[in-house]
């Protein structure tokens, strides 16, 4: 369960989290809708990793030109086949990233305490610990294996061996369900029906 403290006076910090493909991103937009402020660790990753970005520098000390493309920008491609080919350099990854990561969700964060909630996407929740210290609840979104790769092969054009590469690095759904303390199940729902689950789940945060 998530740990954090809370003031009164001070935005309800949500979670959310989910294995790739279990429909997190959808789940986030509907909370938008309902007034909640979304910040997307993805998106603040990507800025850190494109052309000039901050990380840029320390990527390219520590991995090489390789990983670099030509306009300056990490090149996601090459460095997912580095990471899932050799897995200390994930370590060494999301050593340069995940402080970098922090400080500027914080920082969004505190620009945003007029907020009633503040959701934080956090694909990695579960696999960095101190993400449980920064929330006072945590959101996870699950749904089957098999969902997860459906999904993921049609919008991306992945093979299934390469889905099923990702979520074998990602917690499992096991791991993430221990620690929610909402739970939204994403298979064979309809987007009524899961507009409907959200509703209920802001009304329960707005009660709190």
Known sequence: MAAAPRSIAEPLRVGLTGGIGSGKSTVAALLASHG???IDTDAISR???????????????????SVI???????????RQLVFD??????RLEGILHP????????E?????DAAVLVFDVPLLVESPQWMRRVHRVLVVDCSEATQIARVMKRSGWSEASVRAVIAAQATREQRRAVADDLIINDDISMAALSE??????????AL
């Open 36 to 38: 909640a402020r979304i």
């Open 47 to 65: 800025r850190l990793t494109a052309t000039n970005g901050r990380a840029i520098p320390a990527l390219r000390k520590a991995f090489g030109d």
């Open 69 to 79: 493309d030509s306009q300056g920008a990490l090149d996601r491609h090459r460095m």
């Open 86 to 91: 050799d897995p200390p350099a994930r370590h």
């Open 100 to 107: 970098m990561i922090l400080t500027d969700t914080e920082r």
């Open 109 to 113: 964060a505190g620009l945003q305490q």
């Open 197 to 206: 689950r959200v509703e209920q789940l802001w009304e329960s945060w707005k």
